[in-house]
């Protein structure tokens, strides 16, 4: 037996922190290469234009006149100033905050001057204002970099609650107990069995322990999906039965860590346990195009009851799931979870 591994998961994982301390990775503020960041930003600042146009607008046709006019100049300022967040945003992201924000300003009043550049070609423009479009640049750009600034910080708090109900949820008295009953069961029977056990559990606690950063791969927590649901095989025997279809061209898409080992001890808790006869949980990744999809089904219990009679859950880990993958795919995700076929089907693409 790995004795070394085990007895690591409960000391290991301090003296390998004080041996090779990191330090928390810093939130990536300038990451403005996302389609949510780009789209909400283009319409902040043409909500902005149009609101400054209603100053000097006599109708309705002399609006849509001057934030077309306007739209000529911002929509490039914008643009280029989002291509250069996204292109400088591991430098900026060396700088501390107020000189986030400096920096922030400084490239938009450099885009405002472009933005400004592009509406002097316009014959509608004789005299464009280069002041005012590089301090109007400067100064929306404080507004985007605060509203970054507020985004980057929001993936900290929630990957740490995260972290915390994984921890939580390993080490709670049931499941503990449950498979240290199991092992002692099979220590004397069949000690490789046994051994097999403690090993997955100890892999559990250190992927609960130790910190992976941000994101992680799909083939590592498809693993840890496995050390789980094999813990549970032991428990259950013959009534948990397993599916794996899992696409080797998807296993290095990018996702929150500890994010599919909660999706199918949802499946056990809601799928398996309840029901008197067992059920199946399928597990399914894979790579289309540049998308990565992800299913995760299970049985019903009583199938022969109406689903309102059953046994439901507070969707508690599956909105944690959903806001976590916002966080760092943003729009780009696609997050549905129902009855299907009679089977609870959970159905996460994202881009790869």
Partial sequence: MKDSQILSTFGG??????????????????????????????LFVETVLGVAVLYRADDFLSWVAGLGLLTVAGLPGTLAWLAMACCL????????????YVAGAVLGALAGSYGCFMLSLSPFAPSPPWLAAAMTGALLAGLLVGA????????????????LAELQSRIRPHFLFNTLNSAIALVRAEPARAETLLEDLSDLFRAALLDRGETTT?????????????????RFGDRLRVQWQIDPAADAARLPPLLLQPLVENAIKHGVEPSTEGGEVQVRTRLKGDRVRIDILNTLPNATLPFETRSAGHGIALANVRDRLRLLHDVEIEFSAGVRDDHYHVRITFPA
């Avoid at 041996?19 to 939130?27: E, H, Q, V, W, Y």
């Avoid at 945003?89 to 986030?100: E, H, I, M, N, V």
């Avoid at 799909?218 to 032991?234: D, F, K, N, P």
């Fill in 13 to 42: 994982a301090s003296v390998e922190s004080t041996s090779s301390p990191t330090a928390p990775a810093m939130p990536m503020v300038f990451d403005a290469c996302h389609i949510g960041v780009m789209l909400r930003a283009l």
């Fill in 148 to 163: 970054l600034v507020l985004r980057a910080r929001g993936r900290t708090p929630a990957a740490t609650t995260a972290r």
């Fill in 89 to 100: 945003k591991r430098p900026l992201a060396r700088l501390s905050t107020p000189g986030q």
């Fill in 218 to 234: 799909l083939a590592q927590e498809v693993q840890l999906a496995r050390h789980y649901l094999a813990i549970e095989q032991v």
